[in-house]
């Protein structure tokens, strides 16, 4: 079963820029397509990011232009690039497969736009 742990998140101006890291371990990670989820405080998880194994992309209108998902399968890891972020944004911030895995969902990392 493939774990994920995330790293990354902190408190950032409006406007400003932050990359979030998720680390996979426990399987053959290349094979797997990949997304990026958030939760804020009274919200469903949704997806925001997603990418391929052959490295395609699709993003969530909100983020679209201002978010970027990469991987780098030999390091077993995705990236999200965050940039020009606004107030909404805040959230939890997961990875995990584009058909998530019940028990793969990590801790998570908090994301926090205040000024």
């Known amino acids: 079963q493939v774990q994920f742990v995330e790293s990354g998140g902190g408190l950032v101006q409006p406007g400003g820029s932050l990359r979030l890291s998720c680390a996979a371990s426990?399987?053959?990670?290349?094979?797997?397509?990949m997304g990026w989820y958030r939760q804020a405080p009274g919200k469903q998880r949704g997806l925001v990011a997603a990418?391929?194994?052959?490295?395609?992309?699709n993003y969530a209108d909100s983020v679209k232009g201002r978010f970027t998902i990469s991987r780098d399968n030999a390091k077993k890891t995705t990236y999200l690039q965050m940039t020009d972020v606004k107030p909404e944004d805040t959230a939890v911030y997961y990875c995990?497969?584009?058909?998530?895995?019940?028990?793969?969902w990590g801790q998570g990392t908090q994301v926090t736009v205040s000024s």
């Open positions: 426990g399987s053959i990670f290349s094979i797997y397509h």
């Open positions: 995990n497969t584009y058909h998530p895995m019940k028990d793969s």
């Open positions: 990418i391929t194994s052959g490295g395609s992309t």
